[in-house]
């Protein structure tokens, strides 16, 4: 089962991108979706997720009012759709998919999930 995430780039700050996460083998409609990113030296963090049949969505405080996360069922495909991106909003994003619903939740995201992408490189600099 695979994910594969793409989108990422080099942007200035204050730009945007839009990430896909797509799936050829199983239906994404059907499982929890999250998105990871993991910086330099740091922990992966958990970013935004949304649940089976989209009932719950989640975002890092960090992130709140600049990303959304969406789906397109008709592509088998997530978003996360990045505004007014920041220095700190760099690194690998990872998509992530698990069919328990509760691993997103309003207070957060599972770091468990059971499938994971390769990940796609975001940088923001002018």
């Known amino acids: 089962l695979a994910l594969v995430e793409s989108g990422g780039g080099l942007v200035q700050p204050g730009g945007s991108l839009r990430l896909s996460c797509a799936a050829s083998?199983?239906?994404?409609?059907?499982?929890?979706i999250g998105w990871f990113r993991q910086a330099p030296g740091k922990e992966r963090e958990g970013v935004s997720c949304?649940?089976?049949?989209?009932?719950?969505?989640y975002y890092l405080d960090s992130v709140k009012g600049r990303f959304t996360i969406t789906r397109d069922n008709a592509k088998n495909t997530v978003y996360l759709q990045m505004n007014s991106l920041k220095p700190e909003d760099e690194g690998t994003y990872y998509c992530?998919?698990?069919?328990?619903?509760?691993?997103?939740?309003?207070?957060?995201?599972?770091?468990?999930?059971?499938?994971w992408g390769h990940g796609t490189l975001v940088t923001v600099s002018s």
């Open positions: 992530a998919a698990d069919t328990d619903e509760a691993s997103c939740r309003e207070v957060g995201l599972s770091d468990a999930m059971d499938f």
């Open positions: 083998e199983f239906i994404l409609d059907y499982y929890t």
């Open positions: 949304i649940s089976v049949s989209d009932k719950t969505t």
